[in-house]
């Protein structure tokens, strides 16, 4: 087990740069997740850790020592990728001995780890067959049984859980969460399922064109995002984004209608225009008459909770969560507030204003 | 001990009747390892010429080509035990192993003296009804009778002739062609060449020949029609003293066969001499073993014995003038083999001179390359006869580079 | 058990069968200074270790050879050693094109060189136009849901294992005046036909001949085409109420493009390059009706009894030139495909 | 065209004929006689006597003459049947022929001699496989000898070939390096040089080796096929990345990366070329002619084709060996026949 | 537009029978959702219906009129394929026209049609593109546009929305939603995802090896399952599944442990083994020292809601939603109340109990 330091790592593909001098430390131990949008370089980054791509500048130390120009074989790291990578010609046993042999472990050592692994990962049944006899969860446990064995000093995940299905991926989200608590290795693990990110994360990296622009746990991204791309990416569905002005300190007026809710406005001047963020489950139906009045365009019950998608004069379209089965339907109008203590708000060039 | 390495080609049973000889020899010379390697016809003429260019050659050669390996050939003169004694019966053959320019070397001897010539189906002229024409007849003769046998029997092929060029310029030859001017030069094209020429296209043109054998392929390709005589498909037969044996075997009795002379023309009845030779090749490290091989295989009890039981004509002129007794043959082939012997006799100098030219190839590749052309309807007798002259020349000139 | 699967020689070799053992021996032992290499040179520069020893053969057995043939072809003479050839510059190229009209093979001086390029010109137009049909009616006969379908595919593809020699001695048993065909004939009360001495007939057997031994090539090729076709794209076109015809060209026929394109200059190539199967069955015959440049190179330089290489290495020279060209259109055919 | 357009896109459903349907089968049974058919005759015309090959119309099966031994006559005599001029038919064993008359003994009644014209008499045949043929010729080479230098030669050239072709294969589809352009250039470019054009220069860098006479004057030279490699090569350009970096990651030295990981996967690509590469050695002619003059090291089908004289063929010796030489291929196809259809149709042929 | 019916429809591949005899009647207009899990034989339906496969048994009429053995070229429906199955060699617009030139129309009539279904799904700077420069939701309106030219009577979706990822599946789910209100068509869609059939559906079939277990509005299915199939497939997370035994009406001992909680047992006797179902959502936590003390295993906080995973004696995992962040932490024990108003009851046989 061991920490990483990223500093300034820069990577580019001739003339295009991906990744933009890239600083990270993660502790011994720690779960990071990397999401983004797709092409940011989440698994460039992965990768240039890995040492499966070479940087073109900065520095990657693992433990303190400096492995930017070690070869992958050296590193002593682990990788699951997203498309598992099992040697297909391989029994499951020889897949997760081959780097134990690879690294001259005596055969009984290599016996007691791989089946301490396949105990571990309940794949002790499956240890003969080829990895095209297994369903697509046990696949994922090999190529992680794979990793496992060879103890490596960090963990890297590739999107493990993007090839299962919604249910598996559940279950494997979870599997993986004990996981971590087991063994504690560090692990670093890319992603663009929100919920993945949120649950199975010590710290989120939030990644875009190549930059980071975000680093923090779960839920102070979710409660302090720091700009508007973290505000929008974090949190599903989608937080409420509404263009606005400020009209005195502690006022913002929405959109072209104007409508009015108090938000804290920090130092910016009356007149600047802002962004309003407030996420959909966050926003209250105001007593009649008050409020924002919206008018509902469509209505999703889910059962357990529902959405309504409604317009308001010059506003972009808003999402409303409300628990249960909502009575409302298409063409009425519900009435709007926005809780203070909720509201994020945006300067001109995206930053949160912080109250 | 030594090695010696033969390379042979086989038409027939030859191959084994060496090897039995060889073996005899073997016993008797315990120092000396005779090894025998069989190979196909294509290996010698096109194989063993880059081979023996490159140093590579085998001790001894069982060659057709005689001029064109004369090069490389070796004079084993200094190593014969006794070298008057292949003087005296190889005498008219030595000079075509020979490298041009040289008179005096002795490089190896005939296994086998061929002799061009007629096969006739006797069967067919009996069913109908038409008399063999005599001994002196003309080619002209010839053609008549077997387009008129084969129109009454139905035979597809009234008269076939190998596409090689010994058979044709047994017809031309015959026809009083020269090949060679007053210099000793080739000069093939002349008037007697152009009559055999004529005689063969006329016969394509008239269906006395059937287009399948000098029509069919191209360039320098042998096609023989023995498959189809055997089948009885053909009256006549221009081939050449080496079917007997095959004829002998796989006829049976299915019909009469006979070899008659060979027919006349303007410039006389001269059948082609040809055959292949065992030449010693220069390269050899051991000339001696080599020469040691070659006396026995020469002399005359082993070389008899080789033509008595090969059926071959004897190249050896003592064993042919004794008359060899082919104790394996059937009445017919001894009478067919009696008739080849007697006709070494009617070879007229311009044969013996053209089969005796070191580049003779050149000549009848020319020759069946242009007159095939010609022949199936590719140009005409005129432009074969230009292509001929310019192929010829070129070739020589090339050569000589 | 377990350890049993991890054994490499499990792993490595498969079909192989008793060879596997020893040379998997070998190919760990090789492991070590492969290694030590490796830790000396860098993983990238590996490339270099890996290439060398085709390399090596290929240099040595090819491409030195080609030099060679180019020297010969400057050359000229009987000699066999490039020392002992006189330089004579393009001569032999202009011996080769040395011609009256390019259009009348006989006003030329190598008038065998130029019969043999018409001849394999038109023998490659007509065969490449039979080999596409018959191998594209073939793969989509056998992409059909058809029983036994491993087995036809294997009748199909079989005549590919065969060396043209046995190819053409098979067909040529069957072809000639006495042969099976001509039995058949007769005995319909037909008259004999000389398949082989007829110009015309003589260049549809060998047209046929050649497309019933390489068919199953190109039929395979084609078939991975078309099974790579989606299925539901015909099950889309259904749904449009699409007429079969017009599935047929607007569906199968360009998504099968790519393919067709690798068969055709597939087949041009080998079309070009076409002697041995030819040579034995009518010998370039009758006349020259079917002789091709490979044979005339051939017989330029063995068969005659001056053996002219250099001539010969001219005329390899400009066939080289020609399949070069050839195999760049296939490449470049190919990529637009990557591409697209 | 018509008809393809129809079975290009047929889909039928079960247990319902369509015509196009039965024309499928058709066209695949007429496939399997044409295809089948002439190696089939090949076979069985092998198997004839040398005078039984050459007669036509050419009988189906192998056939030969009957013969009987008559009582008084030294030699077995052969059987005709014969019509005789008042119509009726007889079988009759003839003693001699003499122009066109025959003549017959009843075999039954041997003292009477019985006069026939010979178109009045047709051979009683009898089915018979003329085994001599394959026994002569087989017994008067050194057979063994021949069959394991052909053996030798295509086994190692074989595993040489995948060996140092897979290698190649492998730089070419896995690294970047400089000159690899120029490499696949000039693998591509000499993908299609026929060997009979560039056979006198190789044979002189044969001779400059010292190999000629030598196996593997036959084995080197077509060792580095530019096909096998560009074949290889493309299927190896298939074979997904994640498993080749997910082996660095493992440390597996680039070496065991080749052996351990792509040769196993390459495995259909690998079959393939084995099997050309197979039949080129096998059949191989016009090259061991030209390097082998030597008995002790002539492979097959130089040995066999001895008979091939200037001015004869013997073709039921021919025929015969060409089967023989057919069998091994026979072989290969039936066992590797599963790799062939995937096999090629994976290799990226395209 | 039409009606469809469907009376016993069989299929079966030789001996193994896939569809077992399937009754349903779509009213004109309506939007029908297919559900059930993988290999259910819902494509198997959609595709007998579409006429791509021929039934072994029954009936399938369209608006009245008999097409049980009409080809599907002649049915007159239309069908989105899961992985659109556009014509590659072929431009957008090309791809829509493509089935207007095979029913023989006019040039200008099909120039068009095709226009407005291309401004209809803005696709109309795209009609000169191959599919393969377009992106995944273009092509899946392309997809969408090629059914809608030609004013079928039926639309048929297989999974169109499969092959999105999530942002975009949102998005293109609530346009189809948007569409059917615009151009109101029969629609019979098939779905694994949860979301879109409750979401879309007027009416969901809950499909399960090849019968029909449940048909209805999607509350329906989410308030009132038939059967403990349709209680577990409908709804996520999974609805809590807790066996338990009758000890009294209206008394349920719940596992091992015996809690008991109060629900209408309809006729069932004690002693009776039942299943209790209830959502994760509905579960309350209970006053402190009354309830089932439950042990919390696993927390996921996802910012707007909560999971808490946990378990209690002699039952399987319970799976609780909490709104907001819970504060609750791994270790800890929560006390759980099952509202009865909320609490399904099933039968040994899977039945439910109606109250
Ligand atoms: N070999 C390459 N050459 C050039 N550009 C590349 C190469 N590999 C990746 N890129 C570019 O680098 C950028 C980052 O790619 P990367 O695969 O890291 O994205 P990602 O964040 O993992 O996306 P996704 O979520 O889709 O996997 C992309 O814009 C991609 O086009
Ligand atoms: N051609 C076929 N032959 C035999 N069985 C088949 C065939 N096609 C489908 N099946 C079987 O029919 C059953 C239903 O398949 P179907 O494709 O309809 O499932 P599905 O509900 O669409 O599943 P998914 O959600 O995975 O798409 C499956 O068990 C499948 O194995
Ligand atoms: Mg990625
Ligand atoms: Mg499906």
Same mark, same amino acid.
């Given at each position: 087990?061991?920490?990483?330091?990223?500093?300034?790592?820069?990577?580019?593909?001739?003339?295009?740069?991906?990744?933009?001098?890239?600083?990270?430390?993660?502790?011994?131990?720690?779960?990071?997740?990397?999401?983004?949008?797709?092409?940011? /370089?989440?698994?460039?980054?992965?990768?240039?850790?890995?040492?499966?791509?070479?940087?073109?500048? /900065?520095?990657?130390?693992?433990?303190?020592?400096?492995?930017?120009?070690?070869?992958?074989?050296?590193?002593?790291?682990?990788?699951?990728?997203?498309?598992?990578?099992?040697?297909?010609?391989?029994?499951?046993?020889?897949?997760?001995?081959?780097?134990?042999?690879?690294?001259?472990?005596?055969?009984?050592?290599?016996?007691?780890?791989?089946?301490?692994?396949?105990?571990?990962?309940?794949?002790?049944?499956?240890?003969?067959?080829?990895?095209?006899?297994?369903?697509? /969860?046990?696949?994922?446990?090999?190529?992680?049984?794979?990793?496992?064995?060879?103890?490596?000093?960090?963990?890297?995940?590739?999107?493990?859980?993007?090839?299962?299905?919604?249910?598996?991926?559940?279950?494997?989200?979870?599997?993986?969460?004990?996981?971590?608590?087991?063994?504690?290795?560090?692990?670093?693990?890319?992603?663009?399922?929100?919920?993945?990110?949120?649950?199975?994360?010590?710290?989120?990296?939030?990644?875009?064109?190549?930059?980071?622009?975000?680093?923090?746990?779960?839920?102070?991204?979710?409660?302090?995002?720091?700009?508007?791309?973290?505000?929008?990416?974090?949190?599903?569905?989608?937080?409420?984004?509404?263009?606005?002005?400020?009209?005195?300190?502690?006022?913002?007026?929405?959109?072209?209608?104007?409508?009015?809710?108090?938000?804290?406005?920090?130092?910016?001047?009356?007149?600047?225009?802002?962004?309003?963020?407030?996420?959909?489950?966050?926003?209250?139906?105001?007593?009649?008459?008050?409020?924002?009045?919206?008018?509902?365009?469509?209505?999703?019950?889910?059962?357990?909770?529902?959405?309504?998608?409604?317009?308001?004069?010059?506003?972009?379209?808003?999402?409303?969560?409300?628990?249960?089965?909502?009575?409302?339907?298409?063409?009425?109008?519900?009435?709007?507030?926005?809780?203070?203590?909720?509201?994020?708000?945006?300067?001109?060039?995206?930053?949160?204003?912080?109250? | 001990?030594?090695?010696?390495?033969?390379?042979?080609?086989?038409?027939?049973?030859?191959?084994?009747?060496?090897?039995?000889?060889?073996?005899?020899?073997?016993?008797?010379?315990?120092?000396?390892?005779?090894?025998?390697?069989?190979?196909?016809?294509?290996?010698?003429?096109?194989?063993?010429?880059?081979?023996?260019?490159?140093?590579?050659?085998?001790?001894?050669?069982?060659?057709?080509?005689?001029?064109?390996?004369?090069?490389?050939?070796?004079?084993?003169?200094?190593?014969?035990?006794?070298?008057?004694?292949?003087?005296?019966?190889?005498?008219?053959?030595? !000079?075509?192993?020979?490298?041009?320019?040289?008179?005096?070397?002795?490089?190896?001897?005939?296994?086998?003296?061929?002799?061009?010539?007629?096969?006739?189906?006797?069967?067919?002229?009996?069913?109908?009804?038409?008399?063999?024409?005599?001994?002196?007849?003309?080619?002209?003769?010839?053609?008549?009778?077997?387009?008129?046998?084969?129109?009454?029997?139905?035979?597809?092929?009234?008269?076939?002739?190998?596409?090689?060029?010994?058979?044709?310029?047994?017809?031309?030859?015959?026809?009083?062609?020269?090949?060679?001017?007053?210099?000793?030069?080739?000069?093939?094209?002349?008037?007697?060449?152009?009559?055999?020429?004529?005689?063969?296209?006329?016969?394509?043109?008239?269906?006395?020949?059937?287009?399948?054998?000098?029509?069919?392929?191209?360039?320098?390709?042998?096609?023989?029609?023995?498959?189809?005589?055997?089948?009885?498909?053909?009256?006549?037969?221009?081939?050449?003293?080496?079917?007997?044996?095959?004829?002998?075997?796989?006829?049976?009795?299915?019909?009469?066969?006979?070899?008659?002379?060979?027919?006349?023309?303007?410039?006389?009845?001269?059948?082609?001499?040809?055959?292949?030779?065992?030449?010693?090749?220069?390269?050899?490290?051991?000339?001696?073993?080599?020469?040691?091989?070659?006396?026995?295989?020469?002399?005359?009890?082993?070389?008899?014995?080789?033509?008595?039981?090969?059926?071959?004509? !004897?190249?050896?002129?003592?064993?042919?003038?004794?008359?060899?007794?082919?104790?394996?043959?059937? !009445?017919?082939?001894?009478?067919?083999?009696?008739?080849?012997?007697?006709?070494?006799?009617?070879?007229?100098?311009?044969?013996?001179?053209?089969?005796?030219?070191?580049?003779?190839?050149?000549?009848?590749?020319?020759?069946?390359?242009?007159?095939?052309?010609?022949?199936?309807?590719?140009?005409?007798?005129?432009?074969?006869?230009?292509?001929?002259?310019?192929?010829?020349?070129?070739?020589?000139?090339?050569?000589?580079? | 058990?377990?350890?049993?699967?991890?054994?490499?020689?499990?792993?490595?070799?498969?079909?192989?069968?008793?060879?596997?053992?020893?040379?998997?021996?070998?190919?760990?032992?090789?492991?070590?200074?492969?290694?030590?290499?490796?830790?000396?040179?860098?993983?990238?520069?590996?490339?270099?270790?890996?290439?060398?020893?085709?390399?090596?053969?290929?240099?040595?057995?090819?491409? #030195?050879?080609?030099?060679?043939?180019?020297?010969?072809?400057?050359?000229?003479?009987?000699?066999?050693?490039?020392?002992?050839?006189?330089?004579?510059?393009?001569?032999?190229?202009?011996?080769?094109?040395?011609?009256?009209?390019?259009?009348?093979?006989?006003?030329?001086?190598?008038?065998?060189?130029?019969?043999? %390029?018409?001849?394999?010109?038109?023998?490659?137009?007509?065969?490449?136009?039979?080999? %596409?049909?018959?191998?594209? #009616?073939?793969?989509?006969?056998?992409?059909?849901?058809?029983?036994?379908?491993?087995?036809?595919?294997?009748?199909?593809?079989?005549?590919?294992?065969?060396?043209?020699?046995? %190819?053409?001695?098979?067909?040529?048993?069957?072809?000639?005046?006495?042969?099976?065909?001509?039995?058949?004939?007769?005995?319909?009360?037909?008259?004999?036909?000389?398949?082989?001495?007829?110009?015309?007939?003589?260049?549809?057997?060998?047209?046929?001949?050649?497309?019933?031994?390489?068919?199953?090539?190109?039929?395979?090729? #084609?078939?991975?085409?078309?099974?790579?076709?989606?299925?539901?794209?015909?099950?889309?076109?259904?749904?449009?109420?699409?007429?079969?015809?017009?599935?047929?060209?607007?569906?199968?026929?360009?998504?099968?493009?790519?393919?067709?394109?690798?068969?055709?200059?597939?087949?041009?190539?080998?079309?070009?390059?076409?002697?041995?199967?030819?040579?034995?069955?009518?010998?370039?015959?009758?006349?020259?009706?079917? #002789?091709?440049?490979?044979?005339?190179?051939?017989?330029?330089?063995?068969?005659?009894?001056?053996?002219?290489?250099?001539?010969?290495?001219?005329?390899?020279?400009?066939?080289?030139?020609?399949?070069?060209?050839?195999?760049?259109?296939?490449?470049?055919?190919?990529?637009?495909?990557?591409?697209? | 065209?018509?008809?393809?357009?129809?079975?290009?896109?047929?889909?039928?459903?079960?247990?319902?004929?369509?015509?196009?349907?039965?024309? @499928?089968?058709?066209?695949?049974?007429?496939?399997?006689?044409?295809?089948?058919?002439?190696?089939?005759?090949?076979?069985?015309?092998?198997?004839?006597?040398?005078?039984?090959?050459?007669?036509?119309?050419?009988?189906?099966?192998? *056939?030969?003459?009957?013969?009987?031994?008559?009582?008084?006559?030294?030699?077995?005599?052969?059987?005709?049947?014969?019509?005789?001029?008042?119509?009726?038919?007889?079988?009759?064993?003839? =003693?001699?022929?003499?122009?066109?008359?025959?003549?017959?003994?009843?075999?039954?009644?041997?003292?009477?001699?019985?006069? =026939?014209?010979?178109?009045?008499?047709?051979?009683?045949?009898?089915?018979?496989?003329?085994?001599?043929?394959?026994?002569?010729?087989?017994?008067?080479?050194?057979?063994?000898?021949?069959?394991?230098?052909?053996?030798?030669?295509?086994?190692?050239?074989?595993?040489?070939?995948?060996?140092?072709?897979? *290698?190649?294969?492998?730089?070419?589809?896995?690294?970047?390096?400089?000159?690899?352009?120029?490499? +696949?250039? *000039?693998? =591509?470019?000499?993908?299609?040089?026929?060997?009979?054009?560039?056979?006198?220069?190789?044979?002189?860098?044969?001779?400059?080796?010292?190999?000629?006479?030598?196996? &593997?004057?036959?084995?080197?030279?077509?060792?580095?096929?530019?096909?096998?490699?560009?074949?290889?090569?493309?299927?190896?350009?298939?074979?997904?990345?994640?498993?080749?970096? @997910?082996?660095? +990651?493992?440390?597996?030295?680039? &070496?065991?990366?080749?052996?351990?990981?792509? *040769?196993?996967?390459?495995?259909?690509?690998?079959?393939?070329?084995?099997?050309?590469?197979?039949?080129?050695? &096998?059949?191989?002619?016009?090259?061991?002619?030209?390097?082998?003059?030597?008995?002790?090291?002539?492979?097959?089908?130089?040995?066999?084709?001895?008979?091939?004289?200037?001015?004869?063929?013997?073709?039921?010796?021919?025929?015969?060996?060409?089967?023989?030489?057919?069998?091994?291929?026979?072989?290969?196809?039936?066992?590797?026949?599963?790799?062939?259809?995937?096999?090629? @149709?994976?290799?990226?042929?395209?």
């Amino acid at each position: 087990m061991a920490g990483l330091k990223l500093s300034a790592v820069r990577k580019a593909y001739g003339a295009t740069t991906v990744l933009h001098g890239i600083d990270l430390d993660v502790a011994d131990g720690e779960f990071v997740v990397f999401v983004g949008p797709s092409g940011c /370089g989440k698994s460039t980054l992965l990768r240039s850790i890995a040492g499966l791509e070479e940087i073109t500048g /900065g520095a990657i130390a693992i433990d303190g020592a400096d492995v930017t120009h070690l070869p992958a074989s050296e590193r002593g790291l682990a990788m699951v990728f997203q498309s598992y990578a099992l040697y297909p010609h391989m029994s499951v046993y020889a897949n997760m001995a081959f780097a134990l042999e690879n690294m001259g472990f005596k055969r009984d050592e290599i016996d007691k780890r791989v089946r301490r692994a396949a105990e571990m990962l309940r794949l002790t049944d499956y240890l003969e067959r080829k990895p095209r006899a297994l369903s697509g /969860g046990q696949r994922q446990r090999v190529a992680i049984g794979r990793a496992i064995v060879r103890d490596p000093k960090i963990f890297l995940f590739d999107e493990p859980l993007s090839n299962l299905d919604a249910e598996l991926r559940v279950a494997t989200r979870k599997e993986l969460a004990a996981l971590h608590g087991e063994i504690g290795g560090t692990m670093i693990y890319v992603t663009h399922d929100q919920v993945e990110a949120m649950t199975l994360a010590d710290r989120i990296v939030v990644l875009r064109a190549g930059r980071i622009e975000q680093i923090g746990t779960p839920l102070e991204l979710y409660n302090r995002p720091d700009n508007l791309f973290v505000a929008g990416f974090i949190g599903s569905p989608r937080m409420n984004l509404l263009p606005g002005r400020v009209t005195a300190a502690g006022k913002v007026a929405l959109g072209e209608g104007g409508h009015e809710i108090a938000c804290a406005t920090g130092d910016l001047a009356a007149g600047a225009p802002v962004t309003a963020g407030i996420r959909p489950e966050h926003l209250e139906l105001a007593p009649e008459g008050q409020g924002l009045p919206l008018t509902i365009e469509l209505v999703e019950r889910l059962g357990g909770e529902s959405y309504l998608y409604g317009s308001a004069a010059g506003l972009p379209q808003i999402t409303l969560k409300l628990d249960g089965q909502s009575e409302h339907e298409r063409g009425h109008s519900v009435p709007l507030a926005f809780p203070q203590q909720k509201l994020h708000l945006f300067d001109e060039a995206g930053q949160a204003i912080r109250p | 001990q030594t090695t010696v390495r033969i390379a042979w080609y086989s038409d027939g049973n030859e191959g084994e009747v060496l090897a039995d000889l060889l073996k005899r020899f073997e016993a008797g010379n315990k120092d000396i390892k005779v090894v025998l390697d069989q190979v196909p016809y294509k290996a010698i003429t096109e194989n063993l010429p880059v081979q023996l260019a490159s140093g590579q050659g085998p001790d001894i050669a069982r060659v057709v080509d005689l001029g064109g390996v004369a090069r490389y050939a070796l004079d084993m003169r200094p190593y014969l035990k006794d070298a008057s004694y292949w003087e005296k019966n190889f005498g008219p053959f030595l !000079p075509w192993m020979r490298p041009e320019g040289d008179s005096s070397a002795i490089t190896g001897f005939m296994t086998q003296l061929t002799v061009t010539g007629p096969f006739v189906n006797k069967t067919l002229f009996e069913q109908a009804g038409t008399p063999l024409p005599g001994p002196k007849a003309t080619w002209e003769e010839w053609g008549k009778a077997v387009k008129d046998v084969a129109a009454k029997v139905k035979a597809p092929f009234p008269l076939a002739m190998d596409r090689s060029g010994h058979r044709f310029f047994s017809v031309a030859v015959s026809e009083g062609a020269k090949v060679f001017d007053d210099k000793g030069e080739p000069a093939v094209i002349d008037e007697g060449f152009k009559r055999g020429a004529k005689l063969v296209y006329d016969w394509h043109q008239n269906g006395t020949m059937a287009k399948e054998l000098w029509g069919s392929v191209s360039g320098t390709a042998y096609r023989g029609a023995n498959d189809e005589f055997k089948n009885a498909q053909v009256v006549m037969y221009q081939s050449g003293s080496w079917q007997i044996a095959q004829f002998d075997k796989t006829v049976g009795d299915a019909f009469d066969w006979v070899a008659v002379p060979s027919p006349c023309g303007a410039g006389g009845c001269s059948p082609m001499p040809g055959g292949a030779g065992l030449v010693a090749i220069k390269t050899t490290k051991s000339p001696e073993a080599v020469a040691k091989v070659m006396d026995y295989l020469a002399s005359e009890p082993v070389l008899s014995e080789f033509y008595a039981r090969s059926l071959f004509v !004897p190249g050896h002129l003592g064993i042919a003038a004794k008359g060899l007794d082919y104790a394996g043959a059937t !009445p017919q082939g001894k009478a067919a083999l009696k008739v080849f012997s007697d006709q070494v006799a009617q070879i007229s100098p311009a044969a013996y001179k053209l089969q005796g030219y070191a580049n003779n190839r050149v000549i009848f590749n020319a020759v069946i390359s242009r007159l095939g052309q010609a022949i199936s309807g590719e140009g005409s007798l005129d432009d074969a006869y230009k292509r001929i002259e310019s192929d010829v020349a070129q070739q020589i000139a090339e050569r000589k580079k | 058990m377990a350890s049993a699967e991890t054994n490499p020689r499990r792993d490595g070799a498969g079909a192989a069968g008793t060879l596997a053992a020893p040379l998997a021996l070998v190919m760990r032992l090789v492991d070590w200074p492969m290694r030590a290499l490796q830790r000396l040179i860098g993983e990238r520069r590996m490339a270099y270790v890996f290439i060398l020893p085709n390399l090596a053969f290929f240099s040595l057995f090819v491409f #030195l050879p080609l030099v060679i043939n180019f020297v010969f072809s400057v050359t000229g003479g009987a000699g066999l050693f490039p020392s002992e050839r006189p330089y004579v510059g393009a001569q032999q190229y202009a011996y080769l094109f040395d011609c009256g009209s390019f259009l009348d093979p006989s006003s030329c001086r190598e008038d065998h060189f130029w019969r043999g %390029v018409y001849n394999t010109a038109r023998f490659t137009v007509f065969q490449v136009t039979a080999m %596409v049909l018959f191998s594209l #009616l073939t793969a989509v006969v056998l992409n059909m849901k058809i029983r036994g379908r491993g087995f036809f595919r294997a009748v199909y593809f079989f005549p590919v294992l065969l060396s043209p020699v046995v %190819v053409a001695l098979t067909w040529k048993w069957i072809l000639q005046r006495d042969g099976l065909l001509n039995a058949a004939l007769t005995s319909l009360g037909g008259e004999r036909i000389l398949f082989l001495v007829d110009p015309s007939w003589a260049m549809f057997w060998i047209v046929f001949v050649s497309v019933w031994a390489h068919m199953g090539f190109y039929t395979l090729i #084609l078939l991975a085409g078309l099974q790579a076709i989606p299925a539901d794209l015909y099950e889309a076109a259904e749904m449009d109420a699409t007429p079969r015809w017009r599935m047929f060209w607007r569906i199968t026929l360009p998504l099968l493009w790519p393919n067709m394109i690798v068969v055709i200059v597939l087949a041009l190539i080998k079309g070009v390059q076409t002697f041995d199967e030819v040579f034995v069955l009518t010998g370039g015959g009758p006349g020259t009706a079917t #002789l091709m440049i490979v044979h005339y190179i051939y017989e330029t330089a063995f068969a005659n009894q001056v053996q002219n290489f250099g001539l010969a290495a001219a005329a390899s020279v400009v066939l080289g030139v020609v399949l070069f060209a050839l195999t760049l259109a296939q490449l470049a055919a190919s990529r637009r495909k990557g591409a697209a | 065209m018509s008809l393809v357009t129809k079975l290009a896109t047929a889909r039928r459903k079960p247990g319902r004929w369509h015509w196009t349907d039965i024309a @499928a089968y058709a066209y695949l049974a007429l496939g399997v006689v044409l295809m089948f058919g002439p190696v089939l005759w090949l076979g069985m015309s092998s198997f004839k006597t040398q005078a039984g090959l050459l007669e036509f119309p050419p009988s189906l099966l192998p *056939m030969s003459q009957k013969e009987v031994t008559v009582p008084g006559q030294s030699q077995p005599l052969p059987l005709f049947e014969v019509t005789m001029p008042d119509g009726t038919k007889r079988v009759l064993a003839q =003693v001699r022929r003499i122009g066109i008359q025959a003549q017959m003994i009843d075999p039954a009644n041997p003292g009477e001699t019985i006069r =026939v014209p010979i178109e009045g008499r047709v051979p009683v045949r009898e089915f018979k496989l003329a085994t001599e043929n394959y026994t002569e010729p087989l017994e008067r080479f050194a057979f063994t000898r021949f069959l394991w230098n052909s053996v030798f030669v295509t086994l190692i050239a074989t595993i040489i070939t995948l060996i140092i072709n897979s *290698m190649a294969a492998y730089a070419l589809s896995i690294y970047e390096f400089r000159g690899k352009t120029a490499v +696949m250039l *000039m693998v =591509v470019g000499t993908l299609m040089i026929p060997i009979t054009i560039i056979l006198v220069p190789v044979y002189l860098v044969i001779t400059k080796l010292g190999l000629v006479n030598s196996l &593997w004057a036959v084995i080197l030279p077509g060792a580095a096929t530019p096909t096998g490699v560009f074949l290889l090569r493309q299927y190896m350009l298939t074979l997904p990345r994640d498993l080749i970096e @997910a082996a660095r +990651m493992d440390k597996a030295s680039e &070496w065991q990366i080749y052996w351990r990981i792509v *040769m196993p996967l390459a495995m259909p690509a690998l079959a393939v070329l084995a099997i050309f590469s197979i039949m080129w050695r &096998w059949n191989e002619f016009l090259w061991p002619l030209a390097v082998l003059t030597k008995t002790e090291s002539y492979t097959l089908q130089i040995g066999l084709n001895a008979f091939q004289g200037e001015l004869q063929t013997q073709w039921h010796y021919l025929l015969a060996m060409t089967v023989v030489t057919l069998l091994p291929v026979a072989l290969v196809f039936v066992f590797l026949q599963r790799f062939i259809t995937t096999g090629i @149709a994976n290799t990226g042929m395209k």
